[in-house]
């Protein structure tokens, strides 16, 4: 068990030393996995980017995940079929909470970055970073929105996930980083003593203390 996302990052970092010195970017996604993600651009003295993607939650169960949305000029929106299935619902159900979603991105965009667009360089690995993996719905839809922008290398890493998602992800993506595998997960909360939701100001703050700031990147 983690103490808390940075005791994660921590020791998630050992295990990524392969990647000191090369062209790095490191994503964390919003909003849990922006201060694992801290610690391994620390770690690795890469610049560190918030990316930002939505849970699409099913109709009156809104914590679980039918998907997920990323933002960006043209979104990427990954939608988990076999759940849809199994709750006999059509992608069509969900337009209303698309629409809320892209709203939700477009407000967290202007907060956290005002002035510019993402960071995405095709060339560099782009280790994108959560703070578990239980559905995997945001880690694929990350994926996705990297793999359609023509990124060189992906690599996933998390502290913890669920051993036949993390399977599926290792086809779609050049490498999986987890040091703990388990074969169901209820919940990512499980494996941290300190699980607390991560606010809007928490991520600009851990955003100016990354120590290669994306503003002094030519």
Do not use: W
């Not at 619902?89 to 698309?98: C, E, G, Q, Y």
């Not at 995997?136 to 290398?153: C, D, N, P, S, V």
């Amino acid at each position: 068990m983690y103490k808390d996302r940075k005791d994660a990052g921590q020791k998630l970092s050992l295990l990524l030393q392969e990647y000191i010195g090369e062209n790095v970017i490191v994503y964390g996604l919003t909003r849990g996995g922006v201060p694992v993600a801290l610690e391994i651009a620390n770690f690795l003295d890469a610049p560190l980017e918030a990316f930002i993607v939505k849970k699409l939650g099913a109709p009156y169960q809104e914590e679980l995940a039918l998907g997920a949305i990323t933002e960006g000029k043209e979104p990427t929106i990954y939608y988990n079929r076999e759940i849809l299935a199994q709750l006999q619902l059509h992608v069509n159900d969900l337009k209303a909470t698309v629409k809320k979603r892209k709203e939700q991105i477009e407000e967290l965009q202007h907060l956290l970055r005002p002035n510019r667009d993402i960071l995405i360089d095709r060339n560099a690995t782009a280790i994108i970073v959560d703070d578990g993996i239980a559905t995997g719905a945001t880690m694929r839809a990350a994926i996705e929105f990297f793999r359609k922008g023509g990124q060189k290398k992906i690599v996933v890493a998390v502290p913890a996930g669920q051993k036949s998602v993390l399977d599926g992800l290792r086809n779609l993506v050049d490498d999986v980083v987890c040091p703990d595998i388990v074969t169901y997960m209820e919940a990512v909360g499980e494996f941290y003593r300190d699980f607390r939701q991560v606010e809007n100001d928490v991520v600009l703050d851990i955003l100016k203390k990354s120590r290669k700031p994306i503003k002094n990147l030519k």
